[in-house]
C-alpha cells in the first residue's frame, strides 16, 4: 500500500496580504506533501502580486513542498486571459506544476507540451474523458465534487496509466462560478466597485434561507456550500481505490488540527476524525454526494 499525500488546495478567501502569507509559514511546519497557490476565484484580489506568489511558491518549494500553481477558474475577459498566459509561462521557465481550472488553460498547456493537473471545474465524469485529457498532456485529475463514490471506483477501473487521483476530503465545496459578485451585492455595491468587502467574511458569507437555516456560502463571484464535505470515515475505501492524494480546502482558524487529523489517519489507513470545533464558522458536515444523495447531507457511518 503507497501512502497517501496531503496537498492544500488553493486559497479560495480574500485574505490580508499579512494573513495569507502567515498561514503559508505554518503550512510549511505541516505534515502536507502538496500545496497548490496563486488566485483563483476573482482577478481584482491583488494584495499579493504576481511576484508575491512565485516568491511564496519558491519558499514553500525549499522547504520540501511540492508546489503547484493554480490557473483562474473563470476567465471572462483578456486581462484574465493576458494573466493565465503570463502564469503559464512563467511556471514552465521556473519548473513548476499547473492546475487548469479552465480548458483555455488546457489549450494553452497543451500547445506547449507542457504536463498539467486536471482541476475539478473540468468536469471528469467518466474514463474517456479522463483518457482524452491523458493524451493533452494530464498527469493527475480531480473528479468534480458531486462525485458518487461508486463512479469513482468506475473510472479508478479504467483510469490512464500515469494519472494520479486526488479527492477534496475536506472543506466547503465550490458549487459555481458567475460573472457577477454576491458578495458586493450584498453590500449593495457594484461588482467594479465593490470596495473588497470579501476581506470581511475570512471562511466566506452565509446565505441563509427566509425561515433563517444557512444554505449557501458567498465568497465573490464563487458560492459554496454552507457544509463542510468530511470524508474522513472514507479514506480507508478512498485507500483501496487507488486514489493518491487526499485534498483539504483551506480555512482560517483550526486548519492544522484538520491537517493533522488527516495525517494520523493516513499513516495508520484508518478514519479521520476532525473535532466539531474544527469546522468553518456556522458550517455543518456533509458527505451526502459521495453516496448519491443530496450534497448537503450527512451520513453517519
Known sequence: MTLQKISL????????????????????NWPVDIIYLGEVVCSRRHLLKFEDWFALAKELRDAGKSVVMSTQTLIDNEPDRRAMHRLIERCMAEDFVVEANDFSAVRVLNQASA???????????????????????????????EMPGIDLA????????????EVQVWGRMALAFSARCFTARHHRLHKDQCEFRCDAHPDGLPLATRDNKIFLNLNGIQTQSASCTDLGAQLPELCSMGVEILRLQPQS?????????????????????????ALPASAERSNGYWFGAPGMQWQAA
Open 9 to 28: 488546495a488553493p486559497l479560495a478567501y480574500f485574505w490580508s496580504k499579512e494573513q495569507t502569507l502567515a498561514f503559508y509559514v505554518d503550512a510549511m
Open 253 to 277: 482558524q483550526h486548519m492544522a488540527e484538520v491537517v493533522l487529523a488527516f495525517d494520523i489517519a493516513r499513516n495508520a489507513n484508518t478514519v479521520a476524525r476532525v473535532s466539531d470545533c
Open 115 to 145: 504536463k498539467f493537473i486536471a482541476g475539478p471545474h473540468l468536469n471528469v465524469y467518466h474514463a474517456d474523458t479522463l483518457a482524452w485529457l491523458a493524451g493533452l498532456g494530464a498527469t493527475r485529475f480531480l473528479p468534480p465534487l
Open 154 to 165: 468506475a473510472i479508478q477501473q479504467e483510469r490512464p496509466t500515469g494519472v494520479e487521483t
